[in-house]
């Protein structure tokens, strides 16, 4: 039972940490492409690479302000799953 209840406690925090790595690519791309949808409407400019290029520069940023911290996360995750895997062979 111990076994199963560290994997299922592996897996909850796998989808955590998925989820705080995607959440600010995620917002980010959201808010740029609602703003730019605005635009488009207000305009009738109907672009289709108005909305990728903003969305995509957007996305770059983020990754590169805070892709250090979301490295970070995975990196300290893949060192528990490294524990977890040597406590478990013993």
Known sequence: MDDTSSLLALA???IWITALIATP???ASLAVGLVVGVIQAATS???QTLT???KLAVTALVLVLLGGA???L???FLKDIMAQIAV???
Do not use: S
């Open 12 to 14: 909850d925090r796998m």
């Open 25 to 27: 690519v995620l917002l």
């Open 45 to 47: 400019v109907n672009e």
């Open 52 to 54: 990728f290029v903003p």
């Open 70 to 72: 979301m490295l970070g």
């Open 74 to 76: 995975v990196g300290d």
């Open 88 to 90: 478990t062979g013993r």
